[in-house]
Protein backbone atom coordinates (compact mmCIF):
# COMPACT_ATOMS: atom_id res chain seq x y z
CA UNK A 1 0.00 0.00 0.00
CA UNK A 2 1.55 3.19 -0.55
CA UNK A 3 2.34 5.56 2.27
CA UNK A 4 0.16 8.34 3.04
CA UNK A 5 2.25 11.63 2.70
CA UNK A 6 1.97 14.99 4.78
CA UNK A 7 3.77 17.70 3.91
CA UNK A 8 4.15 20.72 6.66
CA UNK A 9 5.36 24.26 5.56
CA UNK A 10 4.92 25.62 1.74
CA UNK A 11 6.90 28.10 1.14
CA UNK A 12 10.31 28.26 -1.23
CA UNK A 13 11.76 24.97 -0.37
CA UNK A 14 8.57 23.11 -0.69
CA UNK A 15 8.11 24.50 -3.88
CA UNK A 16 11.42 23.80 -4.92
CA UNK A 17 11.79 20.19 -3.97
CA UNK A 18 9.53 18.77 -2.30
CA UNK A 19 6.17 19.05 -3.79
CA UNK A 20 7.77 18.31 -7.48
CA UNK A 21 9.03 15.28 -6.05
CA UNK A 22 6.34 14.13 -4.87
CA UNK A 23 4.67 14.51 -7.94
CA UNK A 24 7.40 12.78 -9.96
CA UNK A 25 7.48 9.94 -6.86
CA UNK A 26 5.96 6.55 -7.61
CA UNK A 27 2.69 6.72 -6.46
CA UNK A 28 2.87 2.74 -5.94
CA UNK A 29 5.11 3.86 -3.01
CA UNK A 30 3.61 7.51 -1.43
CA UNK A 31 1.48 10.03 -2.71
CA UNK A 32 1.12 13.45 -0.97
CA UNK A 33 -2.64 13.15 1.12
CA UNK A 34 -2.39 16.67 2.82
CA UNK A 35 -0.57 19.59 2.92
CA UNK A 36 -0.12 21.93 6.08
CA UNK A 37 1.04 25.55 6.36
CA UNK A 38 -0.12 28.35 8.81
CA UNK A 39 -0.93 30.97 5.90
CA UNK A 40 -4.55 30.04 4.66
CA UNK A 41 -4.26 31.41 1.08
CA UNK A 42 -1.54 29.36 0.58
CA UNK A 43 -2.87 25.94 1.90
CA UNK A 44 -5.91 26.22 -0.17
CA UNK A 45 -4.43 26.93 -2.87
CA UNK A 46 -1.49 24.36 -3.03
CA UNK A 47 -4.39 21.38 -2.00
CA UNK A 48 -6.75 22.66 -4.61
CA UNK A 49 -4.10 22.05 -7.21
CA UNK A 50 -3.84 18.82 -5.95
CA UNK A 51 -7.02 17.85 -5.02
CA UNK A 52 -5.52 16.83 -1.53
CA UNK A 53 -6.66 17.70 2.27
CA UNK A 54 -5.47 21.18 4.06
CA UNK A 55 -4.96 21.94 7.11
CA UNK A 56 -3.74 25.22 8.96
CA UNK A 57 -2.83 23.16 12.24
CA UNK A 58 -0.05 20.52 12.29
CA UNK A 59 -1.85 19.24 15.54
CA UNK A 60 -5.01 18.29 13.12
CA UNK A 61 -2.98 17.49 10.69
CA UNK A 62 -1.26 14.60 12.97
CA UNK A 63 -4.51 13.85 14.79
CA UNK A 64 -7.06 13.60 11.22
CA UNK A 65 -4.89 13.02 8.39
CA UNK A 66 -3.41 9.72 9.27
CA UNK A 67 -0.38 9.74 8.00
CA UNK A 68 2.23 6.95 7.32
CA UNK A 69 5.08 9.81 6.90
CA UNK A 70 6.06 13.24 7.36
CA UNK A 71 7.96 16.37 5.34
CA UNK A 72 8.51 19.18 7.11
CA UNK A 73 9.53 22.27 5.87
CA UNK A 74 9.23 25.70 7.77
CA UNK A 75 12.09 27.77 9.18
CA UNK A 76 14.03 26.45 12.05
CA UNK A 77 12.88 29.02 14.66
CA UNK A 78 9.72 27.63 14.08
CA UNK A 79 9.55 24.13 14.97
CA UNK A 80 8.40 24.41 18.52
CA UNK A 81 7.46 20.89 20.17
CA UNK A 82 6.71 19.76 16.14
CA UNK A 83 9.03 16.90 16.58
CA UNK A 84 8.01 15.68 19.51
CA UNK A 85 4.47 15.39 18.66
CA UNK A 86 5.32 13.47 15.39
CA UNK A 87 7.63 10.98 17.22
CA UNK A 88 4.94 10.53 19.50
CA UNK A 89 2.52 9.33 17.41
CA UNK A 90 5.67 6.88 15.43
CA UNK A 91 4.97 8.86 12.24
CA UNK A 92 8.63 8.80 10.40
CA UNK A 93 9.47 12.02 9.34
CA UNK A 94 12.04 14.12 6.48
CA UNK A 95 12.97 17.39 7.93
CA UNK A 96 14.81 20.61 6.60
CA UNK A 97 18.18 21.46 7.26
CA UNK A 98 18.98 23.07 10.04
CA UNK A 99 17.77 20.12 12.07
CA UNK A 100 16.68 22.70 14.45
CA UNK A 101 17.89 26.64 15.70
CA UNK A 102 18.59 25.13 18.71
CA UNK A 103 21.74 22.46 18.78
CA UNK A 104 20.15 21.38 22.11
CA UNK A 105 17.18 20.91 21.26
CA UNK A 106 18.28 18.46 18.21
CA UNK A 107 20.15 16.35 20.51
CA UNK A 108 17.34 15.70 22.64
CA UNK A 109 15.17 15.02 19.82
CA UNK A 110 18.09 12.65 17.90
CA UNK A 111 18.03 10.86 21.79
CA UNK A 112 14.10 10.48 21.40
CA UNK A 113 14.17 9.35 17.18
CA UNK A 114 17.16 6.51 18.45
CA UNK A 115 14.72 5.30 21.62
CA UNK A 116 11.74 5.05 19.37
CA UNK A 117 13.45 3.72 16.72
CA UNK A 118 11.98 5.69 14.47
CA UNK A 119 12.84 6.39 10.86
CA UNK A 120 14.36 10.13 10.44
CA UNK A 121 16.21 12.12 8.24
CA UNK A 122 17.15 15.88 7.53
CA UNK A 123 17.27 17.54 4.40
CA UNK A 124 20.67 17.74 3.29
CA UNK A 125 19.91 16.61 -0.91
CA UNK A 126 23.60 17.45 -1.66
CA UNK A 127 24.70 14.33 -0.90
CA UNK A 128 22.53 12.36 -3.35
CA UNK A 129 24.83 14.11 -6.49
CA UNK A 130 26.49 11.79 -8.62
CA UNK A 131 29.16 14.00 -8.41
CA UNK A 132 29.42 13.34 -4.85
CA UNK A 133 30.00 9.39 -5.48
CA UNK A 134 32.45 10.31 -7.78
CA UNK A 135 34.29 12.44 -5.75
CA UNK A 136 34.11 9.63 -2.82
CA UNK A 137 35.57 7.16 -5.37
CA UNK A 138 38.97 9.29 -6.06
CA UNK A 139 39.01 10.33 -2.78
CA UNK A 140 39.15 6.75 -1.67
CA UNK A 141 42.31 6.11 -3.75
CA UNK A 142 44.35 9.42 -3.42
CA UNK A 143 42.86 11.43 0.01
CA UNK A 144 42.91 15.09 0.50
CA UNK A 145 45.42 16.84 1.12
CA UNK A 146 43.52 20.06 1.82
CA UNK A 147 40.51 22.25 0.74
CA UNK A 148 38.81 25.39 0.63
CA UNK A 149 34.91 25.01 0.40
CA UNK A 150 32.48 28.27 -0.49
CA UNK A 151 29.20 29.43 -0.39
CA UNK A 152 29.43 32.88 -1.73
CA UNK A 153 26.37 34.69 -3.42
CA UNK A 154 23.83 37.23 -1.72
CA UNK A 155 21.35 37.29 0.43
CA UNK A 156 18.23 34.04 0.91
CA UNK A 157 15.37 36.57 0.56
CA UNK A 158 12.91 35.45 3.31
CA UNK A 159 12.63 37.84 6.35
CA UNK A 160 13.66 35.33 9.16
CA UNK A 161 16.98 34.40 7.38
CA UNK A 162 18.34 37.86 8.36
CA UNK A 163 17.52 37.56 11.71
CA UNK A 164 20.01 36.18 13.84
CA UNK A 165 17.69 34.12 16.87
CA UNK A 166 15.82 33.02 13.98
CA UNK A 167 17.71 31.49 10.74
CA UNK A 168 21.12 31.73 12.86
CA UNK A 169 23.15 33.28 10.07
CA UNK A 170 24.91 32.01 6.87
CA UNK A 171 26.70 29.78 8.46
CA UNK A 172 24.02 28.13 10.31
CA UNK A 173 21.33 28.37 7.63
CA UNK A 174 23.11 27.80 4.51
CA UNK A 175 26.62 26.74 4.57
CA UNK A 176 25.70 24.22 6.71
CA UNK A 177 25.19 22.31 3.26
CA UNK A 178 28.93 23.15 2.73
CA UNK A 179 29.50 21.92 6.37
CA UNK A 180 27.61 18.54 5.93
CA UNK A 181 29.09 17.81 2.64
CA UNK A 182 32.70 18.21 4.01
CA UNK A 183 31.51 15.84 6.53
CA UNK A 184 30.69 13.77 4.02
CA UNK A 185 33.31 13.46 2.27
CA UNK A 186 36.19 13.56 5.09
CA UNK A 187 34.47 12.50 8.03
CA UNK A 188 33.80 13.94 11.59
CA UNK A 189 35.43 17.40 12.75
CA UNK A 190 37.69 17.51 15.84
CA UNK A 191 37.58 21.28 16.19
CA UNK A 192 36.71 24.46 14.23
CA UNK A 193 38.04 28.01 14.29
CA UNK A 194 36.00 30.45 12.63
CA UNK A 195 35.86 34.52 12.46
CA UNK A 196 33.05 36.78 10.92
CA UNK A 197 32.70 39.86 9.17
CA UNK A 198 29.51 42.70 9.53
CA UNK A 199 29.16 46.33 7.65
CA UNK A 200 28.77 44.99 3.87
CA UNK A 201 25.15 44.70 4.04
CA UNK A 202 24.28 47.77 6.75
CA UNK A 203 21.94 48.90 4.13
CA UNK A 204 19.68 46.20 4.65
CA UNK A 205 17.10 47.06 6.95
CA UNK A 206 16.71 44.63 10.06
CA UNK A 207 19.86 43.07 9.05
CA UNK A 208 21.67 41.03 11.90
CA UNK A 209 23.95 38.30 10.51
CA UNK A 210 26.89 38.20 9.45
CA UNK A 211 27.65 39.11 5.96
CA UNK A 212 30.95 36.78 5.56
CA UNK A 213 32.82 34.39 7.41
CA UNK A 214 36.08 31.84 7.39
CA UNK A 215 36.07 28.72 9.44
CA UNK A 216 38.76 26.22 9.88
CA UNK A 217 37.57 22.82 10.16
CA UNK A 218 40.31 20.14 12.24
CA UNK A 219 39.21 16.55 10.91
CA UNK A 220 39.66 13.47 13.55
CA UNK A 221 41.72 12.66 10.88
CA UNK A 222 43.98 15.47 11.30
CA UNK A 223 43.14 16.78 7.66
CA UNK A 224 42.18 20.97 7.87
CA UNK A 225 40.58 22.45 5.24
CA UNK A 226 38.69 26.23 5.37
CA UNK A 227 35.03 27.40 4.50
CA UNK A 228 34.01 30.41 3.44
CA UNK A 229 30.26 32.27 3.74
CA UNK A 230 29.66 35.54 2.24
CA UNK A 231 26.17 37.07 1.03
CA UNK A 232 27.25 40.47 0.40
CA UNK A 233 26.81 40.16 -3.19
CA UNK A 234 24.99 42.09 -4.96
CA UNK A 235 25.87 40.95 -8.90
CA UNK A 236 27.56 37.76 -9.22
CA UNK A 237 29.99 34.84 -9.65
CA UNK A 238 29.97 33.57 -6.52
CA UNK A 239 31.03 30.22 -5.98
CA UNK A 240 29.30 27.52 -4.12
CA UNK A 241 31.75 24.42 -3.74
CA UNK A 242 35.08 22.95 -2.98
CA UNK A 243 38.11 22.57 -3.81
CA UNK A 244 40.26 20.32 -2.76
CA UNK A 245 43.97 18.86 -3.01
CA UNK A 246 45.30 15.75 -3.69
CA UNK A 247 48.36 14.05 -4.19
CA UNK A 248 47.78 13.21 -7.73
CA UNK A 249 45.52 16.01 -8.78
CA UNK A 250 42.45 18.40 -7.96
CA UNK A 251 39.12 18.54 -7.94
CA UNK A 252 36.74 21.15 -8.33
CA UNK A 253 33.33 20.60 -6.87
CA UNK A 254 30.76 23.04 -8.59
CA UNK A 255 27.66 22.05 -6.03
CA UNK A 256 24.35 21.13 -7.89
CA UNK A 257 26.30 21.23 -11.23
CA UNK A 258 29.25 19.62 -12.00
CA UNK A 259 32.63 18.34 -11.03
CA UNK A 260 36.39 18.80 -12.75
CA UNK A 261 38.61 16.50 -11.96
CA UNK A 262 42.21 17.87 -13.09
CA UNK A 263 45.73 15.55 -13.52
CA UNK A 264 48.47 17.22 -14.38
CA UNK A 265 47.26 18.52 -17.92
CA UNK A 266 44.02 16.49 -18.28
CA UNK A 267 40.80 18.28 -16.93
CA UNK A 268 37.71 15.67 -17.52
CA UNK A 269 34.42 17.17 -16.87
CA UNK A 270 31.17 15.58 -14.86
CA UNK A 271 28.24 16.77 -14.69
CA UNK A 272 25.58 16.05 -12.05
CA UNK A 273 23.04 13.68 -13.34
CA UNK A 274 20.33 12.76 -10.38
CA UNK A 275 17.45 15.23 -9.98
CA UNK A 276 17.77 16.24 -6.06
CA UNK A 277 14.86 16.16 -4.84
CA UNK A 278 13.60 13.17 -6.08
CA UNK A 279 16.16 11.26 -4.76
CA UNK A 280 16.32 12.51 -1.19
CA UNK A 281 12.51 12.04 -0.89
CA UNK A 282 12.33 8.55 -2.19
CA UNK A 283 15.53 7.27 -0.30
CA UNK A 284 13.25 8.32 2.91
CA UNK A 285 9.95 6.67 1.34
CA UNK A 286 12.10 3.64 0.41
CA UNK A 287 13.48 3.55 4.16
CA UNK A 288 10.35 3.65 5.61
CA UNK A 289 8.92 1.46 3.13
CA UNK A 290 11.56 -1.04 3.93
CA UNK A 291 12.05 -0.57 7.61
CA UNK A 292 15.90 0.60 6.53
CA UNK A 293 17.30 3.66 7.69
CA UNK A 294 20.13 2.85 5.83
CA UNK A 295 18.60 4.06 2.38
CA UNK A 296 18.71 7.50 3.46
CA UNK A 297 22.19 9.30 2.83
CA UNK A 298 21.30 11.71 5.98
CA UNK A 299 19.24 10.06 9.07
CA UNK A 300 18.79 12.13 11.66
CA UNK A 301 21.26 11.54 13.65
CA UNK A 302 23.63 12.51 11.32
CA UNK A 303 21.89 15.38 10.36
CA UNK A 304 22.07 16.39 14.07
CA UNK A 305 26.11 16.25 14.10
CA UNK A 306 26.27 18.70 11.02
CA UNK A 307 24.36 21.00 12.54
CA UNK A 308 26.72 20.69 16.22
CA UNK A 309 29.29 21.92 13.71
CA UNK A 310 27.21 25.02 11.94
CA UNK A 311 26.51 25.66 16.01
CA UNK A 312 30.23 25.23 16.65
CA UNK A 313 31.00 27.82 14.21
CA UNK A 314 28.91 30.19 15.77
CA UNK A 315 30.65 29.62 18.96
CA UNK A 316 33.96 30.13 17.47
CA UNK A 317 32.67 33.28 16.18
CA UNK A 318 31.26 34.64 19.19
CA UNK A 319 34.06 33.63 21.55
CA UNK A 320 37.07 33.94 19.36
CA UNK A 321 38.19 30.83 20.16
CA UNK A 322 38.54 27.16 19.09
CA UNK A 323 35.89 25.22 19.52
CA UNK A 324 34.72 21.55 19.34
CA UNK A 325 31.61 20.28 18.32
CA UNK A 326 28.93 19.42 20.45
CA UNK A 327 28.71 14.77 20.81
CA UNK A 328 25.46 13.84 19.03
CA UNK A 329 24.10 10.25 20.02
CA UNK A 330 25.19 7.96 17.30
CA UNK A 331 22.66 6.83 14.42
CA UNK A 332 18.77 5.45 14.67
CA UNK A 333 19.55 1.14 15.13
CA UNK A 334 17.55 -0.22 12.87
CA UNK A 335 14.35 -1.28 14.74
CA UNK A 336 11.47 1.48 14.87
CA UNK A 337 7.62 1.73 15.34
CA UNK A 338 5.59 1.61 12.65
CA UNK A 339 2.99 4.27 13.17
CA UNK A 340 -0.27 3.95 15.02
CA UNK A 341 -3.57 4.50 12.60
N1 LIG B 1 17.28 21.99 1.04
C1 LIG B 1 17.40 23.20 0.53
O1 LIG B 1 18.10 23.42 -0.44
C2 LIG B 1 16.61 24.32 1.15
C3 LIG B 1 16.31 25.47 0.40
C4 LIG B 1 15.57 26.49 1.02
C5 LIG B 1 15.16 26.36 2.35
N2 LIG B 1 15.50 25.22 3.03
C6 LIG B 1 15.10 25.05 4.44
O2 LIG B 1 13.71 24.79 4.48
C7 LIG B 1 13.12 25.40 5.65
C8 LIG B 1 12.02 26.34 5.18
O3 LIG B 1 12.57 27.32 4.37
P1 LIG B 1 11.71 28.07 3.22
O4 LIG B 1 12.66 28.76 2.36
O5 LIG B 1 10.74 27.14 2.62
O6 LIG B 1 10.96 29.14 4.15
P2 LIG B 1 9.70 30.05 3.78
O7 LIG B 1 9.69 31.13 4.77
O8 LIG B 1 9.72 30.32 2.32
O9 LIG B 1 8.44 29.06 4.01
C9 LIG B 1 8.12 28.54 5.27
C10 LIG B 1 6.63 28.21 5.25
O10 LIG B 1 6.33 27.57 6.50
C11 LIG B 1 5.08 28.07 6.96
N3 LIG B 1 5.01 27.84 8.40
C12 LIG B 1 5.69 28.48 9.38
N4 LIG B 1 5.40 27.94 10.59
C13 LIG B 1 4.51 26.94 10.36
C14 LIG B 1 3.83 26.02 11.20
N5 LIG B 1 4.00 26.02 12.52
N6 LIG B 1 2.99 25.13 10.63
C15 LIG B 1 2.80 25.12 9.29
N7 LIG B 1 3.42 25.98 8.43
C16 LIG B 1 4.26 26.86 8.96
C17 LIG B 1 5.08 29.53 6.54
O11 LIG B 1 3.76 30.04 6.48
C18 LIG B 1 5.73 29.45 5.15
O12 LIG B 1 4.77 29.23 4.13
C19 LIG B 1 14.27 26.09 6.38
O13 LIG B 1 14.77 25.22 7.37
C20 LIG B 1 15.33 26.28 5.29
O14 LIG B 1 16.63 26.26 5.82
C21 LIG B 1 16.20 24.20 2.46
Not at 21 to 48: F, H
Request: proline share 5%.
Amino acid sequence: MALRVGLIGLGGVARWTHLPAMEKMDKEKAQLVAVCDINEKTVAEVAAKYGIEAYTDTRRLLDEARLDAAIVGIPPHLHGDLEDRIIERGIPFYIEKPAHRSIDRAIEIARKVESAGLIAGVGYLDRYQSTVDRMKDFLRDDPCGTFVGFWVGGIYNVPWWIKKDQGGGQHFEQTTHTFDMARYLFGNVREVIARGRTGLNADIPGYEIEDASAATLVFESGLMGTIFSGCFQRTGPGRNGFEIFCRHGKLEFHNRSHLIVRQGQEEHRYPNTVDLALAEDTAFVDAVLQKDIQRMRSPYPDGVKSLALSAAVSDSMATGLPVKPKVVPGPASPGFLTPAR
